[in-house]
């Protein structure tokens, strides 16, 4: 059995880059690799293009030819006991050559300065894209399925659920805008019709909670009521001179509200 464990391996569409393989075994012309993922949000290994890169690495690396090639995830913090177990999707090297050619096409056009990639909108590609609140391409696809004037009682089932199935890219995408929005100076949100809102008042407790306890036993007040007391609940039985110094001001989120009449 051949083996490793963090090994560098060439990225075969791109000159000089390399990726690092968390683990791999070969073995009676079985090839495995295997990522390990910190996060929470589950990562399928099902013709994923981050594992499928590191096995064609491999290949090219150690000189290998499997007449198998099995990819997985290992994420313990993503499905409680079963994320202890990896989770595997096996290809054939003919699979394997056949996303070389896709990736090694659609890299060619993305370095191409001539030529214009399509951008194409999913749950998986725009969550963590930072262009998503200039994306022309879910843009487009709003404008197509929520038109102005549409009316949810004229929409056909069809429609509704591909609206459905779009609906977290189009929630991101709007959070982004929004986001993009908030940054800008107040005479241009006032410009627009908009303004800041400050978000509500909260108070919290600003000591160690044992200090905290040992400071609201000596005022003769029972720190828990079922969970610690709140800052407003002690601030009501011993007033709020008693505490001063214990607790801070904070605000939540500020948010963006349409000026009435606009």
Known sequence: MKWGIETKVPVFYADGIQGTVDFWAYEN?????LDYKSGRNAVDPEKNPQLLTYAAGLIEKMGIEPSEIRVGILQPFSGGFRGHEPKWWVCTPQELE???YE?????????DPFVRAPLIPSDAACKYC?????CPAIEEKMREELAPGTSVDLLTQEQRFAIMARAEVF?????AVEETIKELPDHLLEQHGWTMKRGARRFEWSV???????????LSVEPYKQSLKTVSMVREEAGEKAIEGMFETRF????????KGK
């Open 252 to 259: 939540n989120k500020s948010s963006l509200v349409r000026k």
């Open 171 to 175: 929630r991101a995408f709007l959070d």
């Open 98 to 100: 056949a996303f070389k």
């Open 29 to 33: 012309g079985l090839l495995s690799v």
């Open 103 to 111: 990736a090694t096409m659609l890299a060619r056009m993305a370095a």
């Open 130 to 134: 930072a262009a998503k609140a200039f």
């Open 208 to 218: 160690p909670e044992e200090d905290l306890i040992a400071a609201l036993e000596k």
